[in-house]
């Protein structure tokens, strides 16, 4: 394992928490997957799957046996790090907890308006438990518009249209009467 690795200092002094980062992080430098996650073989402990080197690294340091790899919790890099198998440096947190802690998070919680422009303030934001256990921030002035969108007499007519497919059929309706009134006025001439 440690032949594979190498020694970096770790980008980021303190973690997502606040808490110092202790020790250097140590990168995976053979092949990663497409998450950028470290993977070895784990042939050599009785399977034939690939694993992912950081839970291979916290499974040597709790003790936890290699051929039974299932039982590694949730790891989250403190270092942001995916290549990092530095024990240290690997968290066991539940689901919720490391999607919390994840950069969408971060990124979502920083934003100080909608995708729109309306502000993030307290007046416009509704804040609720999303999917993952975390918080997630809606905007109220989009919202309003969407369910008046929805309530809209007319726009509901024509998505009810669409949905059936009578829009088309009324199309053809219409062209039949644009010909009806030619022929009339064919007839007429
Ligand atoms: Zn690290
Ligand atoms: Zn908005």
New binding site residues.
């Given amino acids: 394992m440690a032949a594979n690795t190498q020694k970096h200092p770790a980008p980021i002094d303190v973690d997502r928490l606040g808490r110092p980062l202790v020790g250097p992080c140590h990168l995976w430098v053979k092949a990663v997957d497409r998450k950028g996650y470290g993977v070895i073989g784990n042939r050599d402990f009785g399977s034939t799957t690939i694993q992912r080197a950081h839970r291979v690294a916290y499974a040597l340091a709790h003790g936890i046996p290699l051929t039974d790899l299932r039982s590694v919790p949730e790891l989250d890099h403190l270092c942001r790090m995916t290549q990092c198998c530095a024990p240290r440096h690997l968290e066991a947190v539940s689901h919720g907890e490391n999607v919390k802690r994840g950069n969408v998070a971060a990124i979502n919680g920083s934003k100080t308006h909608?995708k729109?422009g309306?502000p993030f303030d307290e007046a416009n934001t509704r804040t609720y438990r999303n999917r993952s256990g975390g918080t997630s921030r809606a905007?109220r002035?989009?919202q309003r518009d969407a369910s008046r969108a929805t309530y809209d007499p007319a726009a509901r007519h024509d998505k009810h249209l669409r949905a059936t497919g009578r829009s088309q059929q009324r199309g053809l309706h219409d062209q039949r009467e644009v010909d009806q009134v030619a022929d009339q006025r064919a007839i007429r001439d």
């Fill in positions: 909608c729109r309306h905007c002035h989009c």
